[in-house]
């Protein structure tokens, strides 16, 4: 694997820490807390994490860093230099990086390693980096209760051959416009990119390997459902406009868009029409999000959601992405930390009894 420079680890008093010392603090050792007066002993949570720089500089923020600390939480990066068996010991493996070899070495490891709770599972992650695949659980579910239901645009994989893309389209019924994805979501800027057809003629022009959705109006507004082991998170972004019937008829060609949702598209604050920025409700997301964990395999994802446009209670998912940017989503800090805990600790429970580590323990309840 790639050698990666390396986030030095910073102790209590703002010391840093180098080599093979960062990773001293493992599952065996125990620090002294002090809870209202009271002496108690609290094990350190050792998470290791393979991530790109990118996802490192959104993700480690020093006040997630400091939480995490207060909570007996380290995060030490792992060494792509080295065999990953060689290091830790570690509690939780936190990754976001591409490549079959590190995907084979990551499985390995989690069967090697059962201790270890590794997030996510890769093969289940790959399962995502394929907009062919990505929202096939979504429409299994034929998803309808009380609250709403939940579907998916109609789509249609074109793989290579833009020449065929017409034929392809008018086979399959699908009507413009449409929204065109590349196939590979690898989390890249170009994987976000995407492209708004109005006219058949042009669909040619496209560039495969794709996917086609039908565009769905829904206001302008997307929900991303950001979730978290059973936490849910929900915030508004702005999403692209309607389109009109008189739009169809006037414009021609395909318009490009470079990453449509992001934070500072946020609609939360904006002065929207109760009817489009009413959030889904609760209860429905919950079940989704409960259903969603179990088929995908999944704790950290999150659904890019729609209403459509007109309705209360129709809804589309859109996107699913395995960890995505979280540090942009309210109190993730807390969230995080909380469910890192719950993992350890819903680990050591799973244990025989004379294993069972401080974190099940009242006494720790303060953490």
Not at 55 to 73: C, T, V, Y
Not at 119 to 130: G, K, S, T, V
Not at 260 to 284: G, Q, R, Y
């Amino acid at each position: 694997m790639r050698p990666r420079e390396e986030k030095p680890y910073r102790n209590e008093d703002g010391d840093e820490i180098e080599g093979e010392e960062e990773v001293i603090m493992s599952q065996n050792q125990w620090s002294p807390v002090v809870n209202g007066g009271f002496s108690s002993q609290k094990r350190v949570i050792v998470v290791g994490y393979a991530l790109t720089s990118k996802k490192i500089k959104s993700f480690l923020q020093p006040k997630l860093e400091g939480l995490a600390r207060n909570k007996g939480i380290v995060f030490v990066a792992i060494d792509h230099s080295r065999p990953l068996p060689d290091q830790g010991p570690f509690d939780v493996v936190l990754h976001k990086l591409l490549g079959k070899e590190w995907r084979q070495i990551l499985e390995d490891y989690r069967l090697s390693h059962p201790e270890v709770t590794v997030l996510d599972p890769p093969d289940a992650i790959q399962h995502l980096r394929n907009r062919q695949h990505m929202l096939q659980a979504v429409a299994d579910m034929n998803f309808s209760d009380s609250y709403g239901a939940v579907g998916v645009p109609r789509q249609l994989v074109i793989k290579r051959d833009a020449s065929s893309i017409l034929e392809l389209v008018n086979r399959a019924g699908l009507t413009l416009p449409l929204v065109a994805k590349p196939l590979v979501a690898d989390g890249s800027a170009k994987s976000h990119e995407l492209s708004l057809a109005y006219e058949q003629y042009s669909l040619q022009k496209l560039e495969p390997p794709l996917v086609l959705q039908e565009f769905v109006n829904h206001g302008g507004v997307l929900f991303k459902v950001y979730i978290v082991g059973d936490v849910i998170k929900v915030v508004r972004r702005f999403s692209l406009p309607d389109v009109h019937k008189w739009e169809l008829s006037n414009d021609a060609g395909i318009y490009h868009f470079p990453r449509v949702s992001c934070a500072a598209a946020s609609a939360d604050d904006a002065d929207l029409d109760p009817s489009i920025a009413e959030l889904p409700p609760k209860p429905l997301l919950e079940r989704l999000a409960k259903e969603l964990r179990w088929r995908l395999g999944l704790r950290l994802f999150n659904l890019d959601i729609i209403r459509e446009h007109g309705t209360r209670d129709h809804f589309y998912v859109i996107d699913i992405n395995y960890f995505p940017g979280y540090g942009k989503m309210p109190e993730y800090e807390h969230i995080f930390t909380d469910f890192l805990l719950s993992v350890v600790k819903g680990k050591c429970k799973k244990k025989p009894a004379e294993f069972l580590c401080n974190l099940c323990d009242t006494s720790t309840a303060a953490i």
